[in-house]
């Protein structure tokens, strides 16, 4: 099974900036895909980012594009969600997720698709 780590979350006022780092252990070779989801109060998880570990592309919710940058390192098995400008409909609480099975990517942003989740991390933004 894969263990995942998140860290980074805080509070911040909007326009501003937080890096949310998601460390992976165990069987991080059997890894296809790992994605971010968020939280928000009295609603439902919804997908933010996705990257495929092979090759590092990514894919994001429209409403992050342009904002949020979702990288790798593979040395460290550690995926990075740099949100940038964040608003206040940014506030959730941030999922990092690892998909073992292979699919395409339409996959990537369905929930469901993943395996192993981590704690989640409070991501609160100020007006």
């Known amino acids: 099974q894969v263990q995942l780590v998140e860290s980074g979350g805080g509070l911040v006022q909007a326009g501003g900036s937080l890096r949310l780092s998601c460390a992976a252990s165990?069987?991080?070779?059997?890894?296809?895909?790992m994605g971010w989801f968020r939280q928000a109060p009295g609603k439902e998880r919804e997908f933010v980012a996705a990257?495929?570990?092979?090759?590092?592309?990514?894919y994001y919710v429209d409403s992050v594009k342009g904002r949020f940058t979702l990288s790798r390192d593979n040395a460290k098995n550690t995926v990075y969600l740099q949100m940038n400008s964040l608003k206040p409909e940014d506030t959730a609480v941030y999922y990092c997720?690892?998909?073992?099975?292979?699919?395409?990517?339409?996959?990537?942003?369905?929930?469901?698709?993943?395996?192993?989740w981590g704690q989640g991390t409070q991501v609160t933004v100020s007006s």
């Open positions: 990257i495929r570990w092979s090759g590092g592309t990514t």
């Open positions: 997720a690892a998909k073992v099975t292979y699919s395409s990517t339409y996959y990537y942003y369905v929930m469901n698709e993943y395996n192993y």
């Open positions: 165990g069987r991080t070779f059997s890894t296809y895909a």
